[in-house]
T-cell receptor, first 114, second 111 residues
Framework: QKEVEQNSGPLSVPEGAIASLNCTYS??????FFWYRQYSGKSPELIMS????GDKEDGRFTAQLNKASQYVSLLIRDSQPSDSATYLC??????????????FGKGTKLSVKP | SAVISQKPSRDICQRGTSLTIQCQVD?????MFWYRQQPGQSLTLIAT?????????ESGFVIDKFPISRPNLTFSTLTVSNMSPEDSSIYLC????????FGEGSWLTVV
């Protein structure tokens, strides 16, 4: 059974700090990885996608991928109270799985304290 | 980025009835999907909506319960049939256009 694991949290960080969110996945052939942010009562919003080993930066967000360790992370620099949400890690279902056919982790709830 | 609209956004449904959710994308997309998010849970893929052919269902989901239509490259519907309280969930449509986007969801409560 293909799985995506995340620490459910809550993860609490002070405003201005770096928030580090982690995710591991079981399907070694997965090629596409996504981080979504979900505010309470809202649908998921795409933050980052990453396909290659290494780091990918977009503003205050950095996604890190290590396929050998089957590990993907999201760093949020200069965390703001508005970043308080649940962060969902999603992984494409490997070869033969069409893009968009995602397995989601259960999400990490982040709380940024002013 | 693709803009995905879903209707209804919320509904309260009676047990035993069926409800059809509509998903409209503002551009032609190859792939459309339907997900479910039960209360306090993460998203689970229900099925891939295939244009011009039957949907492809994931394990645990069947066509009789969740019939899906995809008449063209911008539109799909999901019907939740013979609803029970366990079907109370958010139902999300997603589409692939360079990356994967979600609609705003349909919040269904079955009473």
């Amino acid at each position: 059974q293909k799985e995506v694991e995340q620490n459910s949290g809550p993860l609490s960080v002070p405003e201005g700090a770096i928030a580090s969110l982690n995710c591991t996945y079981s399907d070694r052939v997965s090629q596409s990885f996504f981080w979504y942010r979900q505010y309470s009562g809202k649908s998921p919003e795409l933050i980052m996608s990453i396909y290659s080993n290494g780091d990918k930066e977009d503003g205050r967000f950095t996604a890190q991928l290590n396929k050998a360790s089957q590990y993907v992370s999201l760093l949020i620099r200069d965390s703001q109270p508005s970043d308080s949400a649940t962060y969902l890690c999603a992984v494409n279902q490997g070869y033969g799985g069409s893009q968009g056919n995602l397995i989601f982790g259960k999400g990490t709830k982040l709380s940024v304290k002013p | 980025s693709a803009v995905i609209s879903q209707k209804p956004s919320r509904d309260i449904c009676q047990r035993g009835t069926s409800l059809t959710i509509q998903c409209q994308v503002d551009s032609q997309v190859t792939m459309m999907f339907w997900y479910r998010q039960q209360p306090g849970q993460s998203l689970t893929l229900i099925a891939t909506a295939n244009q011009g052919s039957e949907a492809t269902y994931e394990s645990g989901f069947v066509i009789d319960k969740f019939p899906i239509s995809r008449p063209n490259l911008t539109f799909s519907t999901l019907t939740v049939s013979n609803m029970s309280p366990e079907d109370s969930s958010i139902y999300l449509c997603s589409a692939v256009e360079n990356t994967i986007y979600f609609g705003e969801g349909s919040w269904l409560t079955v009473v």
